[in-house]
């Protein structure tokens, strides 16, 4: 980027930790100055702390599936831009079903209005924002559980399944106005959700969770799980100037395991 080129937006969600944070850093090393948010405001100045001095041009920490607060943040970044280069919805949650049937439908409501009720409404809100001129990009991050199901995450993979076929119809709106939009499905990565995943194994099976992760990483092609920076560096790839012509995709990540 030259010194008189106007700089370079990326919008981040969800950027206070594991992918989230690995992005936001990726992004500003390759130039992008970015408006964060995230639900956890501590996590979210941990994020600003390790990014470069003036690469965060707004960080912001608040519940996406309250619809004032999501409106009131969206409405100020648009205020201060007048177009965005990139988006990246990363925010979500994760967890297992619950045991009763009321605690199971409200853990599938939380998890389906962050899942996907907060991304459908980030993306539709930005879109009319995103450059028009063939380098306008969206990066969903979903789930390998997006293709898969697994028993005891019904909700999730939902969810995930959910945001990839979002994914996949409104690439075909967005590309008249020449904006790709892409998924990226990460297998077992070493993150918080991660390590919650071990814990519920170790648990299932009565082992420890370095015996539990020690086995997910032996199943795995590659001998161990992804690291946040990998899926923070497909991200990068699929927001830049070569990827112009791949939209509509559910690209998975998963240390080799073909089937998923």
């Given at each position: ?5 106007e ?12 992918i ?6 990726r ?7 970015l ?7 501590a996590e ?5 702390r390790?990014?470069?001095?003036g ?12 619809p004032?607060a ?21 925010a ?48 969903v991050?979903?789930?390998?559980l997006g293709?898969?199901?697994?028993p005891g995450f019904?909700?999730y ?6 945001v990839i ?7 075909l ?8 939009i892409?998924a990226v ?6 993150t ?16 420890t969770?370095?015996?539990a992760?020690a ?15 990998e ?11 070569d990827c ?17």
């Open positions: 980027m030259s010194e008189n080129a700089p370079l937006i990326a919008v981040v969600t969800g950027a206070g930790r594991g989230g944070r690995a992005i936001a850093k992004l500003a090393t390759d130039g992008y100055r408006e964060l948010c995230n639900l956890d405001a979210l100045e941990s994020t600003r390790v990014l470069p001095p690469a965060v041009v707004g960080a912001e920490a608040f519940d996406l599936t309250d004032g999501h409106e009131t943040w969206m409405k100020g970044l648009l205020d201060r831009h007048a177009s965005l280069d990139v988006l990246v919805a990363n979500g949650i994760g967890g297992p079903d619950a045991a009763t049937e009321a605690e199971a439908l409200a853990h599938l409501r939380r998890v389906l209005a962050v899942n996907v009720t907060a991304v459908m409404r980030t993306v539709r809100r930005f879109a009319p924002a995103l450059r028009r001129d063939g380098r306008g990009r969206v990066v991050v979903a789930s390998v293709k898969m199901g697994v019904s909700a993979c939902a969810s995930k399944a959910s076929g979002f994914v996949r119809a409104v690439a709106e967005l590309a008249r106005k020449r904006i790709t892409n499905c990460p297998g077992w990565t070493d918080a959700m991660a390590q919650q995943g071990f814990e519920a194994i170790a648990a299932a099976t009565g082992t969770v370095e015996v992760r086995q997910v990483e032996a199943g795995l092609p590659l001998g161990r799980i992804v690291r946040p920076e899926i923070a560096g497909l991200v990068a790839f699929l927001a830049g100037p112009g012509a791949m939209s509509g995709q559910a690209i998975t990540m998963s240390a080799g395991d073909l089937q998923k």
